[in-house]
């Protein structure tokens, strides 16, 4: 049992707020609301807030995520 509390507590710790992914995404905070109700953005709810692990959305790439009109430019 502690070893799973460990486990999701390490996990947790490596989430980002909605507002966090937004400044790494380059998009607004709602924006990514949408998409991660909309199942576009890999998410976790946490009562009604939303987290998100950096690193499985690294692994989606923006056009899968961003529809053409949003993306930033680079």
């Known amino acids: 049992y502690a070893h799973t509390v460990f486990m999701v ?6 989430l ?22 909309a199942g576009k953005l890999p998410s976790y709810r946490i009562g009604s807030a ?11 790439t923006k056009q899968e995520i961003l529809p053409t009109s949003q993306k930033p430019n680079l």
């Open 9 to 14: 507590y390490s996990t947790m710790k490596n």
């Open 16 to 37: 980002l707020k909605t507002e966090e992914l937004a400044r790494e995404l380059q998009i607004t905070p709602e924006t990514v609301r949408k998409l991660a109700k």
């Open 50 to 60: 939303y987290r998100f692990d950096l690193q499985e959305i690294q692994m989606t």
